[in-house]
């Protein structure tokens, strides 16, 4: 059987250039200058998480967000009327809806999307209704891909932190590689993201039918040390050099 290998993006999330702003207040680091930066180097899109206690990314970057760049928007949200009206306002390029707890440092573990199918459907409808394209982030599970089918989400997003966290037998890639073959198998695109890193990215990247990884924390800060266009720039290398 021949498999198709997709073009792979770089989506990268900018969530913790706005954190290091946040801790002192003002204006310092602009997100909007990481951007300009991630643009030019070479990244296909911009993900930033809304959370509900707006320790990332504010209302207000979200708007101009929306008029300084042309990469597609992927807003990170949590299944809650208040932020699928806030994407519905906004009309992203796409919506990836993760799990959210006020308590956790990032976001743990992927979305129970067939646990919580009752709950999803209505807010999935309404971002779809609105043109978004709707992305879950679950893990990577047949049966959370086949709940993101009946729930008719385009595409989704595997969790890879167990995989980051160490795999030395290769368990979590091949739940990875399964997850994503079964994903387009059935009509969904699968991207990947969380805990990626120059070190364990190219087994990821090199899973054929996987079209985006979302990458962030990492990124930034690596870009301490050697700036955010190189970091952004070397990750897309990486990528490119699985393929």
Do not use: W
């Not at 059987?1 to 702003?21: K, Q, S």
């Not at 990170?76 to 906004?90: F, G, K, L, N, S």
């Not at 990875?176 to 009509?187: R, S, W």
Request: hydrophobic share 45%; with cysteine; proline share 6%.
């Amino acid at each position: 059987m021949c498999i198709v290998t997709l073009p792979l993006r770089l989506g990268v999330n900018i969530d913790h250039i706005a954190t290091i702003r946040n801790s002192r207040g003002g204006d310092h680091p602009d997100p909007m200058r990481g951007v300009q930066i991630i643009e030019a180097a070479g990244g296909d899109g911009i993900t930033v998480h809304l959370r509900e206690d707006r320790r990332h990314i504010r209302d207000a970057d979200l708007d101009v967000l929306m008029a300084v760049t042309a990469l597609p928007i992927n807003l990170e949200i949590a299944a809650t009327p208040e932020m699928v009206a806030i994407a519905v306002r906004h009309r992203p390029h796409a919506a990836c809806i993760v799990p959210e707890r006020r308590q956790e440092r990032t976001t743990e573990g992927g979305l129970d999307a067939a646990g919580q199918h009752n709950h999803l459907a209505p807010l999935v409808a309404q971002l779809l209704d609105a043109g978004i394209r709707v992305s879950l982030f679950i893990e990577p599970d047949a049966r959370q891909i086949e709940a993101s089918m009946r729930l008719r989400a385009p595409v989704v997003e595997l969790h890879t932190g167990k995989y980051a966290h160490g795999d030395p037998d290769g368990v979590e890639l091949r739940r990875l590689a399964d997850a994503a073959a079964l994903a387009v198998k059935n009509g969904i695109e699968p991207h990947a993201g969380h805990g990626l890193t120059f070190e364990n990215v190219v087994p990821v990247a090199a899973i054929p039918q996987i079209a985006e990884l979302n990458i962030g924390h990492f990124l930034i800060g690596e870009a301490i040390f050697s700036g955010l266009a190189d970091s952004v720039a070397r990750m897309k290398a990486l990528m490119e050099s699985a393929r």
